[in-house]
């Protein structure tokens, strides 16, 4: 099993900054991607930005020129530095990761986690 711990998230007014956390742990060999998601209520939930395992990057249109995605490999972790945030952005980030392990036997198992998310509010 993998866990996804997300921090980082709180009030920020707007134009400000905030910098998102994702780590995983258990079973993991490599994470293939990792993936930071946005959802407000009634509404579907969004990719903010994408990073593969290769270091490519892809943002929605809404978060190019202003947030960056990163992982660092050796600590399983992401990051999601938000700039000039506006009350538009103001949702719960969850981090996705697709994930590979190697069994005992040597069966390469892959899946895909969440993490609980954490709430991102801009306001004046």
């Known amino acids: 099993q993998v866990h996804l711990v997300e921090s980082g998230g709180g009030l920020v007014h707007p134009g400000g900054s905030l910098r998102l956390s994702c780590v995983a742990s258990?079973?993991?060999?490599?994470?293939?991607?990792i993936g930071w998601y946005r959802q407000t209520p009634g509404k579907e939930r969004e990719l903010v930005a994408h990073?593969?395992?290769?270091?490519?990057?892809n943002y929605a249109n809404s978060a190019k020129g202003r947030f960056t995605i990163s992982r660092d490999n050796a600590k399983n972790t992401a990051h999601l530095d938000m700039n000039s945030l506006k009350p538009e952005d103001t949702a719960v980030y969850s981090c996705?990761?697709?994930?590979?392990?190697?069994?005992?036997?040597?069966?390469?198992?892959?899946?895909?986690?969440w993490g609980q998310g954490t709430q991102v509010t801009v306001s004046s």
């Open positions: 996705r990761a697709e994930t590979l392990y190697y069994t005992d036997s040597g069966e390469p198992v892959v899946g895909a986690y």
């Open positions: 258990g079973r993991i060999s490599s994470i293939n991607a």
């Open positions: 990073v593969t395992n290769r270091g490519t990057t």
